[in-house]
């Protein structure tokens, strides 16, 4: 019983979203957005469908617009948006921390899509700059070599494997200095362009 009740008190914090349609060369996607707000974590997310001819949806992303984790002395931040160009849809994503949180991510990353006629996503592209954690708080895992360059072969293997992990955990090829400094800043103006819209409506 005691677990009948925990999954509807959970079911209960998430909220209905809204539905709305978008089209992308010639192809028709439908996006849900969802709110939820359980234990200490409250944020929305988006989820697209593709929807085939017979009006059926098919799940084919999904992405997580705001999220905040933690209390107040300690806050994970992920903010995300997306945007449509032509054939091209490009997914941003920032990850922030507050206080405390000395062991949560920083860093931000982008993705881009080509939309086929058929509705097919192919990846182009998708880069990411990633802190797993505060400067000092690493562990030793080679992150402090995206600060200082490595001196030995033993340092740039560290950094190495930091790197691998972090691409194979986020998805993505990690970008380096300046590059990724232009990455973030990407992604902060498309997060602020969504913002605008939204004030807009």
């Known amino acids: 019983m005691k677990k009948i009740v925990i999954l509807v008190l959970a079911i209960g914090q998430l909220f209905a979203g809204t539905v709305e349609s978008l089209t992308i060369n010639k192809q028709e996607f439908s996006l849900e957005r969802d709110s939820y ?29 705001k999220d905040v984790t933690g209390d107040c002395a300690s806050k994970s931040l992920e ?20 206080g405390k949180a000395y062991f949560d991510p920083y860093g931000a990353k982008i993705q881009k899509y080509k939309v086929t006629k058929d509705g097919v996503l ?17 562990d030793g895992n080679g992150m402090e070599y995206l600060f200082h360059l490595p001196k030995n072969k033993v340092e740039q293997e560290k950094l190495n494997g930091y790197v691998k992990e972090v691409e194979e955990k986020y998805k993505g090829t990690f970008v380096f200095g300046d590059e990724s400094k232009k990455l973030i800043k990407s992604v902060k103006e498309a997060l602020k362009r ?8």
Do not use: C, M, Q
């Not at 192919?122 to 690493?138: A, F, G, M």
């Not at 969504?194 to 409506?201: F, G, M, S, V």
């Open 37 to 65: 707000d359980i234990y200490d974590s409250k944020g929305s997310f988006v989820k697209f469908y593709r929807v085939e001819k017979d009006k059926s949806l098919t799940p084919v992303l999904r992405l997580t617009l």
């Open 79 to 98: 903010d995300g948006a997306y945007e449509v160009e032509g054939k091209t849809l490009t997914l941003y994503t920032l990850w922030n921390r507050r």
């Open 122 to 138: 192919e990846e182009v592209s998708s880069y990411i700059y990633v802190e797993e954690t505060r400067k000092k708080h690493d």
């Open 194 to 201: 969504k913002t605008k819209a939204a004030w807009k409506r």
